[in-house]
């Protein structure tokens, strides 16, 4: 298959060619073929090439699902804030034994603050899940010390890693 598929930048460029290709590509996988008769059969250059689409897909799929989701809670927690504003804005009244308290010689019943104080507590911590799935949050910096042993060990890892990654895959 022909075609353009790099920006000018030499980055994978999303075309609807491209994207039907993909697709293709993930429902040929999801009917068993290996990633070479996937590429034999779309004329891709490989089956890493293949293997690319498949995984592209996927990704997009989860992302979908996952913003699918995330609104679905986003509109969850605007019925709960919704709901405890109007316990905030409410009047509450002090109640012992059934009856609702009255100091001696008023007509006004004794305010309860505490279903208040309760409602503003919900409010942040709905704000506060409300910022953490929206990752408005700024994240925590952490400082690590790695001794001299535990580095030239991630070298030679990343040393081993780098090899593994020239080789071409080997999924089926």
Known sequence: MTGVTRDGNGRFERTATTAARDAEAARLRSRGLTYRQIAEQLGMAGPGKAHEAVKRVLAE???????????????RLDQMYQAALKVLEGEHYAVSHGKVVYLEGETTPLADNGPVLAAIDRLLKIQERRAKL?????PAKTSVTVSDAITSEIEQLAAQLG???ETEPTNT
Request: charged letters at 35%; glycine letters at 4%.
């Open 163 to 165: 090899m593994a990654d």
């Open 61 to 75: 799929t989860v992302a979908d699902a996952a913003e699918d989701l995330r609104q679905v809670e986003l509109e």
């Open 134 to 138: 929206l990752g408005l949050d700024a």
